[in-house]
């Protein structure tokens, strides 16, 4: 019902930035909420950061706080990742995703509804 696309991976040098894409279809979004999750080799999937498409709420992972800024533009009914001071530990798949409650929901852990396929980013050191 829902898909979600992801787009702007890549590799990057240590201390250089990159911005993801999530490009959201399949019905209204104004219920959903979105959030970023990465997974690296050999770890866990981890939550990354979320937003309210209709309030503008927003959550992150201490380990980004200061670097990642999450955003959208409900016109394109996309949400962005702005990455910024990467470092090599960001180094991972990251995916999108839907909750259609609240975006709390994505920072503890409930499963969520939908799941992009993933962009690759690297970052070299």
């Known amino acids: 019902q829902v898909q979600l696309v992801e787009s702007g991976g890549g590799l990057v040098q240590a201390g250089g930035s990159l911005r993801l894409s999530c490009a959201a279809s399949g019905r209204t979004f104004s219920t959903y909420a979105i959030g970023w999750f990465r997974q690296a080799p050999g770890k866990e999937r981890e939550f990354v950061a979320a937003i309210s498409w209709s309030g503008g709420s927003t959550y992150y992972t201490d380990s980004v706080k200061g670097r990642f800024t999450i955003s959208r533009d409900n016109a394109k009914n996309t949400v962005y990742l702005q990455m910024n001071s990467l470092e090599p530990e960001d180094t991972a798949v990251y995916y999108c995703?839907?909750?259609?409650?609240?975006?709390?929901?994505?920072?503890?852990?409930?499963?969520?509804?939908?799941w992009g396929q993933g962009t690759q980013v690297t970052v070299s050191s």
């Open positions: 995703a839907a909750d259609r409650i609240n975006p709390y929901r994505l920072r503890v852990g409930v499963p969520p509804d939908y």
